[in-house]
Nanobody, 123 residues
Framework: QVQLVESGGGLVQAGGSLRLSCAASRLTSSSYATGWFRQAPGKEREFVAALNWNGARTYYTDSVKGRFTISRDNAKDTVYLQMNSLKPDDTAVYYC????????????????WGQGTQVTVSS
């Protein structure tokens, strides 16, 4: 079983940066892809970014391409989401997820989820 714990959220002004971390027990010993999703109040959970099972490939939703970077540190069993040039529209609870995935943007393909971390971007 993989346990995921997110951290790094907070309040930042538009144009600023944050780095989210997802500490994942036994991630590197698994064959799981990892992803970041977000959910704003009153909206559905939205795909943000993903790494394939060995971290060799990355996937991003169009609205964050060029601004966000997903990466993984195998030695620390941690997945990161570096978020730059933040916009008020990026405000949401951000979730880390892991699983055996074929369609990275589909949340119901991920088996394990963290508790989420709030990101608020002020204008």
């Amino acid at each position: 079983q993989v346990q995921l714990v997110e951290s790094g959220g907070g309040l930042v002004q538009a144009g600023g940066s944050l780095r989210l971390s997802c500490a994942a027990s036994r991630l590197t010993s698994s064959s799981y892809a990892t992803g970041w999703f977000r959910q704003a109040p009153g909206k559905e959970r939205e795909f943000v970014a993903a790494l394939n099972w060995n971290g060799a490939r990355t996937y991003y939703t169009d609205s964050v391409k060029g601004r966000f970077t997903i990466s993984r540190d195998n030695a620390k069993d941690t997945v990161y989401l570096q978020m730059n040039s933040l916009k008020p529209d990026d405000t949401a609870v951000y979730y880390c997820a892991a699983g055996i995935v074929t369609t990275y943007a589909r949340p119901n393909e991920y088996k394990y989820w963290g508790q989420g971390t709030q990101v608020t971007v002020s204008s």
